[in-house]
């Protein structure tokens, strides 16, 4: 077994854990000092770092770690450095970045999600270089903005740096499970508009509240109409259609029919949905006599369904096997991660695997287990050996 430095890997994820590396400039956060750590990190070993800004302040880090064995594939190892805010504090029984270990866990806000495996990607691929030459290489990638828009990502594969990836390994927390298919996400908004008038006087104005009402009752309608047309997936389960945010009107003016109202969807789709005839449909069912709507894609992640068969998942499984002892366990992600936009967009075939729980993630008392961490450190560094020599064994 590939020899990995078990102390080093812990401590540098407190470390990244105490950093605060919310995007949060009102509070003069952002995820450059996190960034900077890794490439610190990297250059300590002899990496050369290339650190670029996705958008200011938003720095990716990517090292290209040459295995000195010959031409052979390019696996990626990619995590990000942003994190979710801690949130009330009065919530939480630990310092949210303090990164202390207790009763064999690592506390803190983005511990899981996705700090540790970020850390166990960096220490599996020095372990993997320290134990020899290998084929190929491997990418190691911080990216930023996972937990928005996925910037970090989205410029990652804009700056052409995707196109000689063979797959891509995402350290997100999975509790241990193999993740080669993840739901997919798109978020509507709808804006209705008609006229304002007096609460007294209705006859005057057009009310786009009623028409929020509609919608609201004919989405139920349309998730269960999906559920039967695409039935569960054994890994994502059901297609869901969800109303998150409805906008009308102020209590100030109670006594007043508003102009506009508007509508927020957040639409969880697996895979055989696509996502613009369930936008056009949202639309037609937006229609209301006298209210003019218009529907908005503000965010549209098709799933993800790499095959088990794929050289990057069989690397893993077999890893985690040779490690664990335990045959691997295949789920889904329930959300999108930054391999949604590596595999649609990058045409990177990737697979979600890491330290942490797979619900603890943006939680008060956030924690990983310490042993997950070198695990997963482990089953990374052979996961890589076996998909660069292409092993099996």
Known sequence: MIEVDEVGVVEFTQALVRIPSTNDPARGRDERPAAELVAAKMREWGWE????????????????????????????????????????????TVDPFGGEIRDGRLWGRGSADMKSGLAATLYATRALQLAGPFPGRIK?????????????????VASGLAADVDGAIVAEPEAGEIC????????????????????????????????VGA???????????????????????????????????TEEQVNVIPATASVFIDVRTIPGVEHKPV??????????????????????????????????????????????????????????TDGTVLTHWGGIPSVVYGPGGKWIAHQADEYVEVAEIVRCTRVFAEAARRFLTRSAS
């Open 49 to 92: 770092p290339v650190v670029d800004e996705a958008a200011p302040g938003r720095p990716n880090v990517v090292a290209v770690v040459e295995g000195g064995g010959g031409d052979g594939p390019t696996l990626m190892f990619e995590g990000h450095t942003d994190v979710v805010t801690e949130g009330d504090l009065s919530t939480w």
């Open 215 to 249: 919608l609201l009752v004919a989405l139920r309608a349309l998730e269960t109409e999906l559920q039967a047309l695409h039935p569960a997936h054994e890994n994502l389960g059901e297609v869901y259609v969800t109303p998150t945010v409805v906008r009308a009107g």
């Open 279 to 336: 936008a056009e449909r949202v639309a037609a069912l937006a229609a209301f006599e006298g209210i003019a709507a218009e529907v908005f894609i503000l965010v549209d992640r098709p799933p993800v369904d790499v095959p088990v068969s794929d050289p990057v998942v069989v690397a893993l499984a077999a890893a985690h096997q040779h490690v664990t002892g335990v045959a691997p366990v295949y789920g889904g992600v329930p959300g999108s």
């Open 140 to 156: 190691v990638c911080a990216l930023a903005d996972e937990e928005g828009l996925m910037l970090g990502a989205h410029h990652f």
């Open 180 to 211: 080669a298919v993840a739901k997919g996400a798109l978020r509507l908004r709808v804006d209705f508009t008609g006229k304002m008038a007096h609460g007294a006087m209705p006859q005057h104005g057009r009310n786009p509240v009623q028409a």
